[in-house]
């Protein structure tokens, strides 16, 4: 399948999941994720609705299995148990790992509030050095944990009435509690728990499955990876994190575009005197995502792996002075989360081997004004 792409025109839409029957119902206070569908009617209402106007997924599911990335997940961890999602048609949002920040980014010594997938959740570390993740809200006044602390123990502490969950979720401590009788035993009682997600940290990065219910699940998966070339002493790279106030559909079918390269990074990673048409020929496709590249130069390759990592590599020849011929390389690789209605968390990680002195070294580093 070819495919001209002028802006978004591959059509992207056709590979993006489709909603619909996405909430894991054994869920407590199952997430509705109708705000991807709002945000798509706030556009225009000439637009097609977002649900309906994608395909099925079940229509590509016949093709390819997904191609194996050099340092990335393979095709085999993709396609495993995966088959309910395949079988069905139909995309559960809940059911894979979503990249929610750096961990450099984070501050150990406080609660941090994030949204994912319209649900407001806390994250903080807890005595043993490891990264959590709550509903950020406490089960007595549904005050926001976020806005607490790390008590002396390292536990989280609602800054309402001074509940102290431990890493687990359970309630460690209830101040106002008597030491005897039934008020001693409300500590010890489910409804007095926080609601805990499991994680996971990969490369930097804090990954987030946004079930309660799924830690058996997320168990069994690992989240995405980034290639080799981010290990390769080659390589120098660089990552940027920040929120943008626009839908994560629309991101992706920003991300997924080459052709923009050309204008809008013009003497970065293209020049505007040399845009032309690209065909982009998909290779493989299916419900995780698709893959493919164009057959000119630069040789761009892709692929996106549902719901939210898109994978750039542009390959470059060149004929140096003393050097003679290279093929210089740059890695674009792209976590989009979506967090709320028009607003999603970006977290680009690139690479190149050429130029290499020239990128922003570690932050600890770099200058601040």
Same mark, same amino acid.
């Given at each position: 399948?070819?495919?001209?792409? =002028?802006?978004?025109?591959?059509?992207?839409?056709?590979?993006?999941?489709?909603?619909?029957?996405?909430?894991?119902?054994?869920?407590?206070?199952?997430?509705?994720?109708?705000?991807? #569908?709002?945000?798509?009617?706030?556009?225009?209402?000439?637009?097609?609705?977002?649900?309906?106007?994608?395909?099925?997924? =079940?229509?590509?599911?016949?093709?390819?299995?997904?191609?194996?990335?050099?340092?990335?997940?393979?095709?085999?961890?993709?396609? #495993?148990?995966?088959?309910?999602?395949?079988?069905?048609?139909?995309?559960?949002?809940?059911? =894979?790992?979503?990249?929610?920040?750096?961990?450099?980014?984070?501050?150990?010594?406080? $609660?941090? !509030?994030?949204?994912?997938?319209? /649900?407001?959740?806390?994250?903080?570390?807890?005595?043993?050095?490891?990264?959590?993740?709550?509903?950020?809200?406490?089960?007595?006044?549904?005050?926001?944990?976020?806005?607490?602390?790390?008590?002396?123990?390292?536990?989280?502490?609602?800054?309402?009435?001074?509940?102290?969950?431990?890493?687990?979720?359970?309630?460690? *401590?209830? &101040?106002?509690?008597?030491?005897?009788?039934?008020?001693?035993?409300? +500590?010890?009682?489910?409804?007095?728990?926080?609601?805990?997600?499991?994680?996971? +940290?990969?490369?930097? %990065?804090?990954?987030?499955? $946004?079930?309660?219910?799924?830690?058996?699940?997320?168990?069994?998966?690992?989240?995405? %990876?980034?290639?080799?070339?981010?290990?390769? &002493?080659?390589?120098?790279? +660089?990552?940027?994190?920040?929120?943008?106030?626009?839908?994560?559909?629309? %991101?992706?079918?920003?991300?997924?575009?080459?052709?923009?390269?050309?204008?809008? =990074?013009?003497?970065?990673?293209? /020049? *505007?005197?040399?845009?032309? $048409?690209?065909?982009?020929?998909?290779?493989?496709?299916?419900?995780?995502?698709?893959?493919?590249?164009?057959?000119?130069? &630069?040789?761009?390759?892709?692929?996106?792996?549902?719901?939210?990592?898109?994978?750039?590599?542009?390959?470059? !020849? +060149?004929?140096?002075? %003393?050097?003679?011929?290279?093929?210089?390389? @740059?890695?674009?690789?792209?976590?989009?989360?979506?967090?709320? &209605?028009?607003?999603? *968390?970006? @977290?680009?990680?690139?690479?190149?081997?050429?130029?290499?002195?020239?990128?922003?070294?570690?932050?600890?580093?770099?200058? /601040?004004?």
């Amino acid at each position: 399948m070819d495919a001209l792409i =002028h802006g978004t025109s591959i059509g992207f839409s056709t590979f993006l999941p489709k909603i619909g029957g996405h909430c894991n119902n054994k869920s407590k206070g199952a997430c509705n994720f109708s705000f991807l #569908k709002a945000k798509e009617q706030s556009i225009g209402r000439g637009r097609k609705n977002f649900a309906t106007r994608r395909r099925d997924l =079940h229509v590509v599911s016949a093709t390819v299995a997904p191609p194996t990335i050099p340092g990335s997940s393979s095709a085999e961890e993709f396609d #495993k148990g995966r088959e309910a999602e395949e079988e069905s048609g139909k995309f559960i949002w809940t059911d =894979h790992w979503y990249p929610v920040s750096l961990i450099e980014d984070l501050d150990p010594k406080i $609660p941090t !509030p994030f949204q994912l997938l319209g /649900r407001e959740i806390v994250l903080w570390q807890d005595a043993e050095g490891n990264w959590k993740a709550f509903e950020d809200k406490c089960p007595h006044r549904l005050a926001p944990l976020s806005e607490g602390r790390l008590d002396e123990n390292g536990w989280l502490q609602c800054s309402y009435h001074g509940w102290s969950f431990k890493a687990d979720g359970s309630c460690a *401590r209830i &101040p106002q509690a008597a030491s005897e009788g039934p008020e001693a035993r409300a +500590v010890r009682s489910p409804r007095a728990c926080a609601v805990s997600f499991p994680t996971t +940290v990969s490369q930097g %990065l804090l990954f987030v499955w $946004p079930d309660e219910n799924g830690r058996d699940r997320a168990s069994k998966f690992k989240p995405p %990876l980034l290639p080799d070339a981010f290990n390769d &002493p080659r390589f120098s790279t +660089v990552t940027i994190q920040r929120d943008l106030f626009y839908g994560y559909d629309t %991101l992706m079918e920003n991300v997924s575009d080459p052709s923009h390269i050309d204008f809008a =990074h013009h003497k970065v990673t293209g /020049r *505007r005197d040399r845009a032309k $048409p690209l065909t982009f020929k998909v290779d493989s496709s299916g419900p995780w995502g698709f893959s493919g590249s164009n057959s000119e130069t &630069p040789i761009i390759s892709a692929s996106f792996i549902a719901p939210c990592y898109y994978i750039n590599k542009i390959e470059i !020849p +060149v004929k140096l002075p %003393l050097l003679g011929e290279q093929t210089w390389e @740059i890695w674009i690789c792209s976590f989009n989360t979506p967090m709320l &209605p028009g607003k999603t *968390r970006s @977290i680009v990680c690139s690479a190149r081997n050429f130029f290499r002195f020239t990128m922003p070294g570690p932050a600890w580093w770099q200058v /601040r004004i």
